[in-house]
């Protein structure tokens, strides 16, 4: 039974954050709404609703309060990465198609291997650096074939990679730590708004006058509001069930899932 809720769990993931990548570049390149941190500031203000209101209002589990400052920097930390990597990925998105994002991507678990090293000092059985290698070199060698290889778009996509390994080791350590363990749901919770704090300022000051064109263009189609606001609740999704497999399985083998090949899209 557990076996299949942690498959489910997976599946469910795997599903909505594929769902998420066709949205974000539907949305950022077809579509023509060129504001990624807008965008996630929109991912990150649905976070934040959605798991107040099933915390408080729905009680879907308890609340539980943050003990200490040491642990309220940890959920900074966590927050500001989370916020860094969603980002960077969006941004990716304007330069990259999404076959070629999502390869990179398959990098992650090499990434997730090395911060695990190095902030929990957990060393992984040879045959499993080993399996690294031929992910990472095919890497390599498709970035030296790719048609619509942009190097800032590249460089973003690595960036974002590299964030993502850290936020799931870190938030690993938040799952699982005797005295600051905390549900998936509440560390969403808690983490959203620092993202949110974050993001807000950085919208408006970079991408200028973001606002006003969501508001015209949300006038004009209503399509795109219903894209908007579905891809940002996806969002939601997306990032509960994250947190929700670290905590079943491991870092590790959360990002193994990432590595595994996606449906093909078409760039």
């Known amino acids: 039974m557990g076996r299949l809720f942690t498959v489910g769990l997976i599946s469910v993931w795997y599903s909505s954050n594929i769902g998420v990548i066709i949205l974000n570049k539907y ?16 991912h990150m203000l649905a976070c934040s609703l959605l798991s107040y209101a099933s915390i408080t ?18 959920i900074s930390a966590l927050g500001l990465i989370f916020c860094s990597s969603i980002v960077a990925g969006n941004v990716s998105l304007k330069y990259l198609p999404v076959s070629f994002n999502q390869a990179i991507g398959a990098t992650t678990p090499f990434f997730t291997a090395v911060f695990a090293y190095l902030m929990t000092l ?40 590299a964030a ?28 959203a708004p620092v993202a949110v704090a974050f993001l807000l300022p950085t919208a ?20 795109f509001l219903f894209y908007l606001l579905f891809n940002a609740s996806l969002s939601y999704l997306v990032n509960l069930t994250n947190f ?4 079943h399985t491991s870092a590790l083998t959360l990002q193994v899932s990432i590595a595994l090949p996606p449906v093909l899209i078409p760039s």
């Open 204 to 223: 408006l000051i970079m991408e200028k006058d973001v606002v006003g064109i969501t508001i015209a263009l949300a006038k004009d189609d209503k399509r």
């Open 27 to 42: 949305l950022l390149s077809n579509y023509g709404f060129r504001y990624p941190i807008f965008l996630t500031l929109c």
């Open 57 to 74: 209002w729905l009680k879907i589990v308890p609340l539980q309060t943050i003990r200490s400052g040491q642990q309220l920097l940890k």
């Open 244 to 247: 929700l497999v670290t905590k």
């Open 164 to 191: 993502r390994a850290l936020k799931t080791v870190l938030q690993g350590i938040l799952l699982s730590s005797e005295g600051e363990k905390l549900h998936s749901m509440n560390l969403l919770m808690y983490m």
């Open 122 to 161: 957990k060393k992984e059985g040879f045959l499993t650096y080993a399996a690294l290698v031929p992910v990472v070199s095919g890497v390599v060698v498709a970035s030296g074939g790719e048609p619509s290889f942009h190097l800032f778009g590249f460089i973003m996509c690595v960036g974002a990679t």
